[in-house]
């Protein structure tokens, strides 16, 4: 439900952004407007509009602030980017962000860089400008916030390394990998994270290492990005990180293996899938559903014999590309007592009348009947048979 009212919001966003572009061009009189005017381009809007368009975003009420904002960024005048970034700073609401930021994307303006390297030397601005640089990928604040995190303010430090994820770039690779090996364990998080989302395959062996880390934040997030650098060679420490003494390094630790989809996970995946808690099983169950292979069929289809529902409900795309017509009842009871939102999709839309008829009822009963069909491939009944 939290990704719906995300979407309904920005749909609400645009709407009134258009709403008020329109109203604020009618506000114009019809008497004023001469013939042998040019024809206005485009995304322009006039002078009196677009003012109050710019007034708009100093309004006390949000939605106003965040609909002129979307409204500014449709227009792509770039006479609108310092008045963004101004608002982008003075927002209350962290939520609301997202929307200036895209604006001035929209808008595709340098001067945006100007401004937020400018605002990097204030430290009321300083945080909130290195996270937009991040946001926006804007290069020439890469070096910038490589001198934020060599410097000896720890604020600064971590503000830079959780400014740097975002930004994509691998020259901070170097500097994120020895900020792995930092004191301080808030610094190392960030760190850890941000080598995830930069991507960078020569981050693996210090990811591999701070997996011992004493800290489980960091030990968590080194998990999910070795997950998102899919690199085989982190299949063995991952498979040792099951057994970490945190249960979100667990989860993190069987995520990251079905990511990566290394048959040589299967064994330890097992293991947890037996003996681990719900919340490890489910993680580890769909793990094996990606990896596939005899070792995690065995396995599954035992879990599904032996009515462990935990299991059945998070390997449910296994068992619907299996398509038997046997399992039928347990996976609707699956749906029923353990299953969630992805998985009463999964069965609405992979061909079984019987699975979907389910789905929708479970759909009924939890209030989701407006569910869209799933992201990328669809999950296609006895598929693989």
């Not at 990097?120 to 946001?135: E, I, K």
């Not at 999910?224 to 899919?230: C, D, F, H, I, Q």
């Not at 068992?319 to 699956?334: D, E, H, M, T």
């Amino acid at each position: 439900m939290r990704n719906l009212h995300c979407a309904f919001r920005r749909v609400l966003f645009v709407v009134l952004g258009i709403g008020l572009c329109v109203r604020l061009s009618a506000q114009q009189s019809p008497q004023t407007a001469k013939p042998e005017e040019p024809e206005v381009i485009p995304g322009e809007v006039c002078s009196s509009s677009f003012d109050r368009l710019i007034s708009s975003l100093r309004s006390k009420e949000s939605m106003v602030r965040v609909a002129a904002a979307e409204c500014l960024g449709a227009t792509g005048d770039k006479r609108a980017v310092e008045p963004l970034v101004r608002a982008r700073f003075a927002e209350e609401y962290p939520r609301y962000v997202q929307v200036y930021e895209d604006a001035l994307r929209a808008i595709n303006d340098p001067h945006t860089a100007d401004l937020l390297l400018a605002a990097l030397n204030s430290p009321r601005t300083r945080w909130a400008a290195a996270w937009s640089l991040g946001r926006l990928q804007i290069s020439s604040g890469v070096e910038p916030l490589l001198k934020l995190l060599d410097s000896k303010d720890i604020e600064e430090r971590r503000m830079a390394a959780d400014a740097l994820g975002p930004m994509k770039d691998s020259r901070a690779v170097g500097p994120l990998c020895a900020a792995l090996n930092a004191q301080d364990e808030v610094l190392r998080r960030y760190a850890a994270s941000a080598l995830g989302q930069i991507g960078d395959l020569h981050a693996i062996d210090s990811l591999i290492a701070a997996l011992l880390d004493s800290d489980d934040g960091v030990r968590w997030n080194t998990a999910n990005s070795l997950g998102e650098l899919r690199d085989a060679r982190a299949v063995g420490p991952l498979g040792r990180a099951l057994g970490d003494d945190d249960e979100n390094v667990q989860k993190a630790a069987a995520d990251a293996l079905g990511k990566i989809g290394d048959s040589r996970a299967a064994e330890a995946l097992v293991v947890a899938v037996e003996s681990g808690n719900r919340a490890v099983q489910w993680h580890s169950a769909a793990a094996l559903a990606e990896i596939g292979g005899p070792q995690a069929e065995q396995t599954l289809t035992t879990g599904l014999k032996k009515g462990k529902l935990t299991v059945v409900a998070a390997a449910y795309p296994f068992f619907i590309r299996k398509g038997n017509s046997a399992w039928i009842p347990v996976l609707v009871q699956a749906l029923n007592e353990r299953g969630d939102q992805e998985m009463a999709r999964g069965l609405m839309y992979c061909g079984n009348p019987e699975l979907e008829d389910a789905a929708r009822d479970w759909a009924k009963r939890n209030k989701a009947e407006d569910m869209e069909p799933p992201q990328g491939p669809v999950l296609i009944w006895g598929s693989q048979k």
